[in-house]
């Protein structure tokens, strides 16, 4: 142990600071989150996409919610399975595994020749769309410094927003001349440019500390900080958390201990509601929803467009204010407008209102608000709490049940969507969906506490001393709640570990 201190010092002090280490940190995550744009596209391809499948495949609605819902059991799948590979290899080799997948996949789904093999196809895309949402925000939260966590990780929402954005308005513009088969296959061309970029990315600092030893974790950080003071305080916090690790704590063990409970309970709530809350279910199905509703074809598309759109901005602007404004109370100030509008556009579709009238714009009015406060509030956190409210030492498992919820909820709502419309009408569903939503802010309220601005370590720590839990107070109470305080992470204290 003596040894290992004596090299971290010495390493620090000889250690090579870039010169360009922000623009490098921003070039990682705006590279790695390309992978949300992808997996927003290859998901909301599908919205524009069957209006042409129908035709040629001459599709019944059942065979329409398998072939949209078949990329989200391939995402359950990949959202578990890539935790062994980000354990295994790293996070950076894993999205370099997710793209070669991404890739891989748009080729098979746009040369499927029958429903059958388009539906298997969808299933091996899933795997690389499920894998990105476990391991990028992972990766991009472990490279991140604790002051701009908040705003990195969004970036991988913001990417999907793009990406949602992109889909739909190819869908729109190009359907016709195009056809689906090249609107799915252009994907190929983004995710084949990460898997090459992503040779030159540093590493996650604390996965190689963990695996490889702090000298080499030194490296990493250098490479992404523009301090050495940083680096020395941030390079203790991982010390202090790498050497308290035990046996039981790693990996799946290790979210079984009862002081991880209240981040299981907090992040995977937080999860499911998230996709259940009916956000998704309105991108892939809007044109048929409208469709259905007397909308024509042009203009169905065109609202989708819009609803794409609102995404964007809205995940655009919670990615620029969730570090400012804090994750619980983002999530407490915009869930009530989504249950409102929810419930607005369920009396609103209960009237069968034509198209033209008063009531098909406030369809449209009451959708998008539906998307603002839906898209601006809980979307942008619920991919966020699982890359960080876990201990370095299970975090790869738990981000990867973390996302295997979100993708479990997202197919649950996908594959009921339209049998739960022909059941109990398209107004009675989002009365459903506003439900949902209201559930959401209670959960929020009872059990997710503020995260924003304590660094990975001080919420690991406020975990095994039971400080982790929700308050009264929206501020940042998981570090002022902890028995020693912030001192260590504001003060620049070292810790005598590596002194």
């Known amino acids: 142990m003596v040894n290992e ?15 360009h280490a922000g623009r490098i940190l921003w070039l990682a995550v705006f590279v790695s989150a390309i992978c949300g744009g992808l997996y927003g596209y290859d998901t909301g391809i599908i919205s524009g996409s069957l209006l042409i499948m129908e035709r040629d495949f001459h599709l019944s609605s059942v065979q329409e919610e398998l072939i949209t819902s078949a990329i989200l059991v391939g995402a359950v799948l990949g959202a578990v399975g890539v935790s062994w590979l980000s354990e295994r290899f790293g996070r950076r080799s894993s999205v370099m595994i997710v793209t070669a997948v991404f890739t891989t996949g748009a080729l098979a789904c746009s040369q499927a020749p029958d429903v059958t093999t388009l539906i298997l196809a969808r299933v091996y895309l899933g795997l690389a769309v499920g894998g990105s949402t476990q391991v990028v925000p ?8 604790a002051s701009q966590r908040g705003n990195l990780v969004t970036v991988f929402n913001v990417a999907i927003g793009v990406g949602i954005f992109l889909a739909n308005l190819i869908g729109f513009s190009m359907r016709e001349s195009w056809g689906w088969r090249p609107m799915i296959a252009v994907a190929a061309g983004p995710a084949a440019f990460v898997f090459v970029c992503m040779f030159f990315m540093p590493r996650s600092p604390r996965w190689v500390a963990e695996n490889e030893g702090l000298v080499p974790a030194l490296e990493q950080l250098g490479r992404v900080r523009s301090s ?3 680096i020395r305080r941030e390079i203790t916090e991982i010390h202090d958390s790498v050497a308290g690790i035990e046996d039981k704590e790693r990996g799946w063990r290790g979210l079984m201990l009862p002081w991880v409970r209240p981040a299981l309970i907090a992040a995977l709530g937080t999860a499911f509601f998230t996709q259940a809350g009916g956000l998704e279910m309105m991108i892939y199905y809007t044109p048929t929803f409208l469709s259905d509703a007397g909308f024509g074809g042009a203009g169905a598309l065109l609202t989708s467009l819009g609803v794409a759109t609102v995404y964007l901005v809205m995940t655009l602007l919670g990615c620029l204010f969730v570090d400012r404004i804090g994750r619980r109370r983002l999530m407490l100030i915009m869930g009530p407008g989504s249950v409102l509008s929810l419930l607005g556009l369920g009396f609103v579709f209960a009237l069968h209102p034509a198209q033209g009238s008063v009531g098909s714009w406030l369809v449209i009015a009451f959708l998008l608000l539906f998307m603002v406060f839906n898209a601006g509030g809980i979307q942008v956190v619920g991919w966020l709490l ?3 409210m876990f201990p370095l030492s299970m975090r790869a498992a738990a981000s990867s049940v973390h996302a295997a919820v979100l993708w479990g909820a997202d197919l649950l709502v996908t594959a009921t969507a339209l049998s739960l419309v022909q059941k109990i009408s398209l107004g009675g569903a989002m009365w459903l969906y506003a439900g949902v939503n209201l559930a959401s802010v209670v959960f929020v309220w ?3 506490p503020e995260t924003a601005g304590a660094s990975l370590e001080d919420i690991e720590n406020a975990l ?5 839990r929700p308050t009264a107070a929206n501020g940042r109470r998981i570090v002022a709640a902890m028995p020693d305080g912030p001192a260590a992470s504001t003060a620049g204290e070292v810790s005598p570990a590596l002194t």
């Open 5 to 19: 201190r004596k090299s971290v010092l010495n390493a620090l002090n000889v250690l090579e600071i870039s010169p």
């Open 138 to 145: 992972t990766y991009i939260s472990e490279l991140a410094p």
């Open 228 to 230: 050495r003071k940083l």
């Open 386 to 388: 699982g890359a960080e």
């Open 446 to 448: 009872f059990c997710v």
């Open 464 to 468: 095994r001393t039971g400080a982790f």
